[in-house]
């Protein structure tokens, strides 16, 4: 069966430090990639998605990058944190554009 | 680009009454899904509907897809404290490899 797996589970980092957060998929070839932002009490923001090795779409414009090194590794990175980057950080994954979305667990960053 | 509006943004029912969430896109849909996140969660896939004017159930929940495709409605009868969350609608507008959310509506329920 495939898994998803995000890491780490909670994050807090001061203002102006760099950012990596990752994500796997397992079980599963060639699968949709994404990541999205959520602030406390709110929606789910799409921030990065990838359909393929090194393609990579950006939908917001920020200070946040996003890479795919390899299949079902999923990367999101900053190079200096702002405190509007605090939030809930979800990864998810489907076979096709269309199909149902399978997140991780998600990742919590605090911004001091 | 495509919007997906959700209502109520939240909903506080007493156990056993009845919930309903509301979705309309500006565009029609090739389809729309259904998630749900319990709080401190992740969102969790319950349902897709295709076709026009489709209606599915899962135990106490009835999903509906509009005849216009642009419109959905989640139902969950007699409501249990084991609802509690955010449901989220999300559509999809065909040939996009992206899925839009709406905001979610929260349901809180009083035991």
């Known amino acids: 069966s495939q898994t998803i797996h995000q890491w780490p589970a909670t994050l807090v980092q001061p203002v102006g430090s760099p950012l990596s957060l990752e994500c796997t998929v397992e079980?599963?070839?060639?699968?949709?990639l994404y990541w999205y932002r959520q602030a406390a009490g709110r929606g789910l923001q799409l921030l990065f998605y990838s359909v393929g090795i090194g393609q990579i779409s950006s939908e917001v414009p920020q200070n946040l990058s996003a890479s795919r090194p390899q299949d079902r590794q999923f990367i999101l990175s900053s190079k200096k944190l702002l405190l509007s980057d605090s939030g809930f950080y979800l990864c998810?994954?489907?076979?096709?554009?269309?199909?149902?979305?399978?997140f991780g667990d998600g990742t919590r960053l605090s911004i001091l | 680009g495509q919007q997906v509006m959700q209502i109520p943004q939240y909903q506080h029912v007493q156990e056993g009454e009845d919930f309903t969430t509301y979705c309309n896109s500006s565009?029609?849909?090739?389809?729309i899904q259904w998630y749900k996140q319990r709080p401190g969660g992740h969102p969790v896939f319950l349902i897709q509907l295709v076709k026009s004017g489709e209606v599915k159930k899962q135990k106490r929940l009835t999903f509906q897809f509009g005849e216009a495709k642009k419109n959905s409605s989640l139902h969950i009868t007699a409501t249990q404290t084991t609802d509690v969350g955010t449901y989220f609608c999300?559509?999809?507008?065909?040939?996009?490899?992206?899925?839009?959310f709406g905001k979610g509506t929260k349901l809180t329920v009083n035991p």
């Open positions: 998810a994954w489907n076979a096709r554009g269309n199909q149902p979305q399978h």
């Open positions: 999300a559509g999809d507008q065909g040939g996009s490899e992206k899925l839009v």
């Open positions: 079980g599963t070839s060639n699968p949709n």
């Open positions: 565009t029609t849909l090739s389809n």
